[in-house]
Every structure is written in C-alpha cells, then in structure tokens.
C-alpha cells in the first residue's frame, strides 16, 4: 500500500486526541523518579568546581564513615576495569586521518576537564545522606589555566594528549577550486559572519537513571529518561562494560521530553550500573536542575564565515562557508556528526546553487560537551543559510521574498552539489502560501502604525529544508556512523482482533501511542482504541535505534507498515480458506476480506480468531497465530520544508523586541494526526524564538565557571513572550517510504530563528545597524542601536 491510498483511509488524518495524556493530566504517569525498587539506595556525584585542574588526590574515608554511606567510588575505582564513553560517528579530516578522539572517562581520571566534570560517586540508604557524605568527600585540585573560547583553541593549553592543539577534526564538503574559481569572476559577493549562540536544553523532566543487579540470573537493569534505550544498550555493553548484551536490561518509561539531550549515553548511567553489582543494591539518581545546567550536552556553538557569488541578477553561482565548532571537554556520543554530516551537507537549502564549498574545524575547550539539541546541525545550517540569502536580496536591491523566489529548486529530484538528493517539494507553493497567511501586501500600513507610536517593525523570511530519517545505514556507515539506522516494528494480533505493536521508536512527547495507533488501525479496518503501542524497554521490544531526527513516523512508522504488510498476505491465506476460494482473489480493505466478483466476505475479527483455532484451516499450510516482525532500512532521508514569516515591533528606546506576528507553512507530507503536528511545530517554533530573542549560554573566558547556571541568569521563553501562530500546511508525499511522511519534530526550531532575526534586522536597517546575531535580548539590541548612531 502506498503513500496515496493510505492518506484516503479512515483515521489518517484525523485530529484524534492522544492516548497517553489521560495518564499524564492524573498524574499516573511513571517517570524514572516515580521508580522505586527494593533495597534502593541513592547517588550524588561529586563534580569539579574547576574547568581544568590536575587531580592531585581525593580523599574519602570522612565520606565513607558518615552515616548510611554504602559505597564511594572515584575514577581510581574504575581504572582499568571498564573502557571510557564511546564516541558514535566517526569523522575523518581533510588529510586522511581520524578524528582525535581522546578517552573519556566515566570519573575523572588524573585531570577535570569542564566545571561539572564528575570525579566521584557516593551511594547512601538516603538522598540527604548521600548529599551530606558527598560534601564530605575531600578533592585537591591543582588548578590548570583553561580554554573557553574556540578561537583560542589552537594556542591555548591542551585539554588532552591526543590533541595537543585542542584540534579534533578539519573536514570539509565540495570542491574548493571550482568554488574559488566562480567566485573570481562573480558580479556580486555577499559576505557575512556569524555566531550560533549555545544553548542548554531544558527539558520538564531532569535527566534521571536507576541501576540494579540481580545476583540470581546476573543480569542488570537500568532504568534511565533516555530517548534510544536499545543504543545505550549497545553502547554500554559493547563499548563500556563489556557485558553480553542480553544480560542487560535497558527501560525507558516515560520521559518528560528530550530535544536530543536525552539521545546520548552518560556516564551516570554507566557508573550506576557498574556499582549495582558492587554494593548488591539498586542505585538511583536523579539530576537537579543546577545539574543539568552544567552536565547535559548543550547545542549549537558554531562561528562561522559565509559567502555567496551571484550573477547580476541575483541568481546564486557558489557559496563558501568555514564554520568553528565548539565540542566540549570531550566527544558526547553523536557530537562529531552534527557540524559535519547534518549541517553541512544541507547548506543547499532551497535554492540551486551550483557550487558549494564547506570546510569545518572542530575544537575541544574546557566547557561542557556539546552534542545534538532539536535539529541537531539543520538548524545552524539554516540560520546561516537564511540570514545569508536575506542579506543578498538586501545588497541586491530585491526583497527577501523575491531572493528567494528567483533560486527556488522547482524540479525534482534534484541533486544538490553537498551529497543529498531531494526527491519532492514544492518550494514557491509554501512561499505563496505563506505570503498570502502573513498578510505580506499589509506589511507597509503595519510598518507606518508601528512608526506612529515610536516603534520600529520588521519583517523576516526564512525558507527552510531539513533531512530527517537519518539514512539509508550503508551510507551513513560509509560517512561514519558506527551503528545502522533502520528501526523494527512488531505487530501482534490477538484472537478477539485487538492488536498490540512493539516499536524500537521511543516517545517522549511526540504522541506516538496515538499515531502509531491511527496507522495501524487504518490499515486493518479496526478502532484506534484497539492498538496498543509498547516502546522503550529493551526486553520487550526487538532492536531499534530509537527516537531522533524526526524520524519515528517516517522509519519506525513504515517499519510497522512492512509488519502489517505480512500480516495482510497471511491474513488473507486464512480468510480464503474460510471463503472457500484463491488467496490471489481475496482483497482486503475497511476491516472486511472480500472474493473478486462475488458477495462472500469475513471481518478481520473473524480472521483473527480463525489465526489462533487450528483447526480451522489446515496446520500443513499454515503455522497459527497473527504476528508478524519487520525491519525498515530507509533509502533516503526525507525532506520538510517550508517558509517561515516573522514580524516584529522594537521599542529603541528600551532596546525591547516583540514578536508580533508569525505565520509558518510546512510541507511534511502525509500527515497522520493534524492535531500533534500542529503542537510539534508550535513547540518548535516556541525553541527558535526562545534561542533568537533570550537563550544564551555564556561562560567566564577566565574561570571557565558557566555564568548562566540557572534560572535566573539562563532566559527561557514563556507564554506571553508569543504571539497566536498562524500555521498552515501543504502536501507533497515523500516518494520512498509508504506513508509518505516527512517528520515535524524539528522543523519549527529550524526554521524561526532566521526569521526573527531577519526581522529584527529589517527593523534596525534604517537606523544603520547592519548585523546582528542571536540572542536579540533588549540590551543587546540597545546597545546595537547606541552604536549605529554614534
């Protein structure tokens, strides 16, 4: 069944209500903290207060005398017996050479590297105890001059051995000499430089983990807020512990979101598992917020230059792009690949451009890792892409509107010169339709009412495309991935027609209980409220790769359409023998199999139960039951795309930007459920304006201390920083999976945050000021203006 007749079935495209958010509003949700196991005690790491220092010695017999302390541990404990955090994607430099990829251990071994680097863990029978012994634990530090800032990497102490210039990788895309070559007899080159401000992900839920042993059977469980339970499985045993696989257990309940922080394997998880076995109890952690801040991989940080060479008319010939990206104290498990393999290779963007050259140098400093966070390299893409295309159209005399239009791709498939190969879209259509949204032609009388209070308005463009569903697994191995990137779906049909169907897709927010349902039962003719869907917990579920990338409906979703695909064919062998005719002749659709040319017919329910009576059919022909398995290996990546319109109103007086109107339009394909892909990109849209406007991670060059800690230094969006959004939607079908499907997950923090600072721009351009980069924060906006004047 393809793409086109499963969007005509019952319950695709239907708003149905989410299955899970009964639970959630009662409060009967089970997170990791909910978990309580027996003969359960509780961890606190202690973590350097410095962002480099020699660990001269740790002290902990105080600690280990408190009261309730079971156990304390420190990298000496560890040494030797298990191997250090595995990097997950293997970058190779521009010379031949692997990436540097130095060990990173589970506790500081001899040296702390960033300020939250764990050096110990200490287990007590309470929370309070463990809190108390932990200050009790007694470090002395020799404390090492630190790098913070990625430009002064290169000069700057070495953060380890294997890189003694702090350098990780240079990497690069396209060639350099034909790009060179256009841009020397270019009419016009527009040049810009920008910075991706860091970013801590926030999610409602902190990250949290249980380990447990079980001396009878020798196998461990962990219980963890994790987004890929089968990967951490993977990388744990095979890279860390090495344990047999199958004597681990990895589950993850519910998780209170993730935005990609919560894809990675940390060390936390690691030592307590290890230490379960070591003090015979179940060992749970729960991160607090000031942890979080310091220990959770942030996202972004990249400095980069651009260029675009362009006829006289506007029409793009080549872009070149450097980008410095910021990596952390050490390599988190996908770090490598973000500012390489997803970022550069969708620097085409909408446009056809037909010379691309990228180059990347990626550094290590003394701040905390730095992995993917929702969009994972597109948005950075994006953002310098976008802002780039905006400031050509202004040097160019033409609108942002207009820029665009003119190098719009507009025949598919269409082959970028940075590896990937769109297969569908309709770019001008999104554009249109999102002008005609946005109320573009009333811009000018919104701009002269602003003007008349004092104000200044703006408007900003972002067209924006990403690649979700990451694939196909041979390529992404040959680009580096140590790991395929295919997903499992299992489907099990019980006698009385209710369905059950086990995903290696985890959800944590993304409504996948209900989705995944709606296919189901769209297929087999049977209520939504029939299926239900298990994830997250390895010893029920066969192998998948989990939740990134936007890529659960369009991978995991036709994995369970391979599944039911199965189901289908032998479905139909059952009801041909109730009907007495050819399986070649019986049809299915709308839950009823049907005989060609006659009116004899059996409900799926009948069949169902037919599966699981032997004596129904003959056993020689057919083996009983109704389950079938699938695996789905995605021949490409899938494309959204779309074009994003901000407007905003600036007080100059205060420096003080507002969102005042924002209008997005999205082509995601199929589109299962209305409801939760309006909500994915009101989330979305909410992180993008959340980094352009306030979010900013800022360490001390000095100290390495992170001076946006929490709260009340960190700016997080709240509700009265937006306006109502005006979403919309058009459809073309991915060609090469069988729902059609895109993904959303992502697109809204991909595309806002070019538009709104494309926006605040067209807003300061009159006053002088020429470039701005995120986050547009009142003062910094103020002083942007301050200066223009003078």
Sequence with gaps: ??????????????????????????GAGQYTDDITQANQSYAVFVRSPHAHATIKSIDTAAAKAMPGVVAVFTGAD?????????????????????MKEPPHPILAIGRARYVGDAVAMVVADSLQQAKDAAEAVGVDYDVLPAVIDMREAAKGPALHDAAPDNHCYKWAIGDKAQVDAVFAKAAHVTKLDLTNNRLVPNAMEPRAAIGSYNRATEEYTLYVANQNPHVERLL?????????????????????????????????????????????????????RSESFLTDAHGRDHISHAEMAMDANGKFLAMRVHTDANMGAYLSTFSTAVPTILY????????????IYVEVDAWFTNTTPVDAYRGAGRPEATYLLERLVSRCGWEMGLGQDEIRKRN???SWPYQTPVALQYDVGDYLGAMNKANENADVAGFAQRRAASEAKGLLRG???????EACGIAPSNIAGALGARAGLFECGEVRVHPTGSVTVFTGSHSHGQGHETTFAQVVAARLGIAVDAVDVVHGDTGRVPFGMGTYGSRSISVGGAAIMRALDKIETKAKKIAAHLMEASDADVEFANGEFTVKGTDKKVTFGQVALTAYVPHNYPLDKLEPGLNETAFYDPTNFTFPAGTYICEVEIDP??????VDRFSAVDDFGTIINPMIVEGQVHGGIVQGIGQALLENCVYDKETGQLLTGSFMDYAMPRADDFPTFNIDTICTPCTHNPLGTKGCGEAGAIGSPPAVINAVLDALRPLGVKEFDMPASPGRVWEAIQAAKA
């Design 459 to 465: 408007i900003g463009y972002s067209s924006y495309i």
């Design 1 to 26: 069944m393809g793409a086109s007749d499963i969007s005509k079935l019952p319950h695709i495209g239907e708003a149905v209500r989410r299955k899970e958010d009964y639970r959630f509003l009662t």
């Design 78 to 98: 560890i040494d030797g017996k298990m191997g250090g955090l595995p990097c997950g994607w293997l970058i190779t430099s521009t010379d031949g050479t692997p």
């Design 653 to 658: 007086a205060t420096g003080k930007v507002r």
């Design 236 to 288: 744990m045993t095979a890279f860390v512990l090495g344990l047999p696989e199958h004597k681990v257990r990895v589950i993850a309940p519910d998780v209170g979101g993730g935005f990609g922080s919560k894809i990675f394997l940390y060390a936390e998880d690691v030592a307590l598992t290890w230490a379960a076995k070591q003090t015979n109890r179940s060992i749970k952690w729960t991160c607090e």
């Design 344 to 355: 550069a290779t969708l620097l085409a963007g909408q446009y056809t451009c037909p010379q």
């Design 408 to 410: 719009f791709i507009s």
